[in-house]
Every structure is written in structure tokens, then in C-alpha cells.
């Protein structure tokens, strides 16, 4: 079956989410594919050509597929600003979630503890 795993995180250019939250699963392609993983991908409420450039300044367009989440996830909880979180989905059904607390942390959506749960 398909394996994808998703992250969303608030937005493109800030803080934890450049410096953190998306090298965490850059650096650890090896380890998803090793795990059978088919595609990694980023999700964040900015428009399509920001989340673009901010993967080509991040060199993590080849690795993280970045979609913006108001065409994806049309829900009330994704609203102006994203949660930080984590998921694996098999074949359409997610398998674990992981939120966290507030937007500023970064403890349980990081690509280690998802490698945990795969």
C-alpha cells in the first residue's frame, strides 16, 4: 500500500518551522525510505508560490513535497494559522496523529517520533 507521512506546521519563513520542524524530516529521508515511506509532505496555510521558495531556500524541494493547506485540508481547525503536527497515513487511513500543545513547540511532530511510530 501506499505510505505517506504528513506534517503541517504554522507557516513558511518562521522560526521552528525553518529551522527545526522541516530540516528534521530533511535529514532523515534515509530513514523514511528505509521504512518504506513514498513521499514526505509539508503542509502549511501560505499561497503555493511561497511555500515554493521557501522549500528551494530550505534545499528541501527534492525531498518534501509542500502543498498549501486551504486547497487540501478545507477544515475549521486550519484556519489563518496551522497547528504544528504529524501523521502517517497508509492507503488513506491515518495510523498515528500527533498535535502539539502550541504552535511554538516542537516536541511531539518532529520526523523522529513519527519514525517511532511507523
Known sequence: GKKVVIFGLPGAYTGVCS?????????NIEKF?????DSIICVAVNDPYTLNG???KL????VVSCLTSPC?????????TSFRWSAYVVDGKVQAFNVEKKPS???VSEAEVILGQI
Open 72 to 80: 487540501i485540508f478545507p477544515f475549521q481547525w486550519l484556519d489563518e
Open 33 to 37: 525510505k528505509a521504512k518504506g515511506i
Open 59 to 62: 534545499q528541501a524541494k527534492e
Open 19 to 27: 529551522q527545526q520542524h522541516v530540516p528534521s524530516y530533511k535529514n
Open 54 to 56: 521557501w522549500a528551494e
Open 105 to 107: 513547540d516542537f516536541q
